[in-house]
């Protein structure tokens, strides 16, 4: 199993980033599949996730308005688009997979990627 997370980087407050997070290795279009981050000395939380049957989503109040998640599962693949970045924002970015269903709860996931790295200066 591989969730391999890309497309973190540097950007200015106001900007935007995409996130991908490739899977391989199980059936991805069964799987619910979350967004987490980890910011320097916080706690790991949820950003946003989305269902695997009818790609309902869930978002985190902090980011509902500005961040969009979205599924290929042609592609396997899940993406976060990144609006109206903010410093607060910066962190590790981390995509999880839930044979379930969906969850806000990271301890809910099965699988995790190895994070890419969103900062966002002032």
């Known amino acids: 199993v591989q969730l391999q997370a890309s497309g973190g980087g540097l950007v200015q407050a106001g900007g935007s980033l995409r996130l991908s997070c490739a899977a391989s290795?199980?059936?991805?279009?069964?799987?619910?599949m979350g967004w987490f981050r980890q910011a320097p000395g916080k706690e790991r939380e949820f950003v946003a996730a989305?269902?695997?049957?009818?790609?309902?989503?869930y978002y985190a109040d902090s980011v509902k308005g500005r961040f969009t998640i979205s599924r290929d599962n042609a592609k396997n693949t899940v993406y976060l688009q990144m609006n109206s970045l903010k410093p607060e924002d910066t962190a590790v970015y981390y995509c999880?997979?839930?044979?379930?269903?969906?969850?806000?709860?990271?301890?809910?996931?099965?699988?995790w990627g190895q994070g890419t790295q969103v900062t966002v200066s002032s």
């Open positions: 999880a997979a839930d044979r379930a269903s969906i969850s806000t709860t990271g301890s809910d996931y099965d699988y």
């Open positions: 290795g199980f059936i991805f279009s069964s799987y619910g």
């Open positions: 989305i269902n695997w049957r009818f790609g309902r989503t």
